[in-house]
């Protein structure tokens, strides 16, 4: 998966194309979620940030049954589209049907916080330069239209994270002579809303760009216990990769490429945001393979976890969570900083990758 695989690539596309309105056809396995999952996050009102470009008169999903409906009226087939479209010479076909949008729209301002703090590098050797620690903090709020529970609690997503980035922020404000890099923690908000947060502070940063190290994103840090290994989401697109796997081989943890790549995890969570501004990022996510007798407990869980509480009120903290593998987590973060903080040289994005420290997207 790449950057331009994700839905916000095809708005902004549109956008850019003069495009009245855009309806993706939801594709459960493109999307790597189900259509319960866009309806919860989308099926209420939703988000934009004033500050950015014009946005399309409309966005939207429609289903795959009722997109083949619409297609068939056109004397079209998805599949056979579909299968065009993963060929280099395909070319939009235009179905020569009209539509007819009618809207409601309704505007309120809502003020959104992002809270950032820094620890100043009390090291001799202090760079003057900054390392990013994010998570966001922000959820679905309260949905009055479910019967019984109605309050979205996001414990894995993000409170989990959100937990992980105070326990990092609580050791090294203690121990700020052990830096020689800034470490700026910010919990950004609107994450599950466009990343409008980390979007927002990351095109505003208080620091100047040419000194962040790099964005080390927590994100529904590990409640399932430890593993053996670990993977970086997103590394591949920079010189973090070795970074991070030299900080999880210290702490003899296997370091595996990402795992579920054209899942696209990369796009879904605030280190893009950094990424668009040119500033390397990554998400550091548990492996597959549990600690202990059972192999495939944390993954089980995980997955249990992805299929039945992800974006639903479930999603709360259960009686059996194991926060050792949160702690291996916040360790690996550690780990990363206290290499990154010794090379002279800021990572960079490696050629193959969308983005570079420049680029401003
Ligand atoms: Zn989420």
């Given at each position: 998966m790449?950057?331009?695989?994700?839905?916000?690539y095809?708005?902004?596309k549109?956008t850019?194309l003069?495009a009245?309105?855009v309806l993706?056809i939801?594709?459960?396995?493109?999307a790597?979620?189900?259509?319960?999952?866009?309806r919860a996050?989308?099926?209420?009102?939703?988000?934009?940030?004033p500050?950015?470009?014009?946005?399309?008169l409309?966005?939207?999903?429609?289903?795959?049954?009722?997109?083949d409906?619409?297609l068939?009226?056109?004397?079209?087939d998805?599949?056979a589209?579909r299968?065009?479209?993963?060929?280099?010479?395909f070319a939009?076909?235009?179905?020569?049907?009209?539509?007819?949008?009618?809207?409601?729209?309704e505007?309120?301002?809502?003020?959104?916080?992002?809270v950032?703090?820094?620890?100043r590098a009390?090291?001799?050797?202090a760079?003057?330069?900054?390392?990013?620690?994010?998570a966001?903090y922000?959820h679905?709020?309260?949905d009055?239209?479910?019967q019984g529970?109605?309050i979205?609690?996001?414990?894995?997503?993000?409170?989990?994270?959100s937990?992980a980035?105070?326990?990092?922020?609580?050791f090294y404000?203690?121990?700020?002579?052990?830096?020689?890099?800034?470490?700026c923690?910010?919990?950004?908000?609107?994450?599950?809303?466009?990343?409008?947060?980390?979007?927002?502070?990351?095109?505003h940063?208080?620091?100047?760009k040419?000194?962040?190290?790099?964005?080390?994103?927590?994100?529904?840090?590990?409640?399932w216990?430890e593993?053996?290994?670990?993977?970086?989401?997103?590394?591949r697109?920079s010189?973090?990769?070795?970074?991070?796997r030299e900080?999880?081989?210290?702490?003899?943890l296997?370091?595996t490429?990402?795992?579920n790549?054209?899942l696209g995890?990369?796009?879904?969570?605030?280190q893009?945001s950094?990424a668009?501004?040119?500033i390397?990022?990554?998400?550091?996510?548990?492996?597959?393979?549990?600690?202990?007798?059972?192999?495939?407990?944390?993954?089980?869980q995980?997955?249990?976890?992805?299929?039945t509480k992800?974006?639903k009120?479930?999603?709360?903290?259960?009686?059996?969570w194991?926060l050792?593998?949160?702690?291996q987590?916040?360790?690996?973060?550690r780990?990363?900083?206290a290499?990154l903080q010794?090379r002279?040289?800021?990572?960079?994005?490696?050629p193959?990758?969308?983005?570079?420290?420049?680029?401003?997207?």
């Amino acid at each position: 998966m790449t950057y331009y695989g994700r839905w916000p690539y095809k708005y902004e596309k549109a956008t850019e194309l003069g495009a009245a309105g855009v309806l993706i056809i939801h594709d459960t396995k493109g999307a790597a979620y189900g259509w319960d999952v866009l309806r919860a996050s989308w099926g209420n009102e939703s988000f934009f940030d004033p500050d950015r470009d014009r946005r399309l008169l409309f966005e939207g999903w429609t289903s795959g049954e009722t997109a083949d409906r619409v297609l068939a009226a056109a004397k079209l087939d998805r599949k056979a589209l579909r299968e065009k479209a993963e060929t280099p010479d395909f070319a939009p076909v235009p179905l020569g049907l009209k539509a007819t949008v009618r809207q409601h729209r309704e505007f309120r301002t809502v003020d959104g916080v992002n809270v950032a703090g820094i620890v100043r590098a009390k090291h001799p050797a202090a760079s003057g330069r900054t390392i990013v620690l994010s998570a966001h903090y922000d959820h679905f709020g309260k949905d009055e239209t479910l019967q019984g529970d109605q309050i979205y609690n996001g414990a894995v997503d993000n409170c989990s994270a959100s937990a992980a980035l105070l326990a990092t922020a609580g050791f090294y404000a203690q121990r700020p002579d052990r830096l020689k890099d800034d470490l700026c923690f910010v919990a950004v908000t609107a994450e599950e809303q466009l990343i409008l947060g980390s979007s927002y502070f990351a095109r505003h940063l208080p620091f100047k760009k040419d000194t962040v190290v790099a964005d080390i994103n927590f994100e529904m840090t590990n409640v399932w216990g430890e593993t053996e290994d670990v993977f970086a989401i997103g590394a591949r697109h920079s010189d973090l990769d070795a970074v991070c796997r030299e900080a999880a081989e210290k702490m003899g943890l296997r370091y595996t490429p990402e795992r579920n790549g054209e899942l696209g995890f990369f796009y879904r969570s605030d280190q893009i945001s950094f990424a668009r501004a040119g500033i390397p990022g990554v998400w550091l996510s548990q492996g597959i393979v549990a600690k202990g007798p059972d192999k495939g407990l944390v993954q089980r869980q995980f997955e249990d976890y992805r299929r039945t509480k992800y974006h639903k009120v479930g999603d709360e903290v259960q009686p059996d969570w194991d926060l050792r593998g949160a702690v291996q987590i916040v360790d690996w973060a550690r780990g990363i900083i206290a290499i990154l903080q010794e090379r002279k040289d800021l990572p960079q994005f490696v050629p193959t990758s969308s983005f570079k420290r420049e680029s401003v997207k």
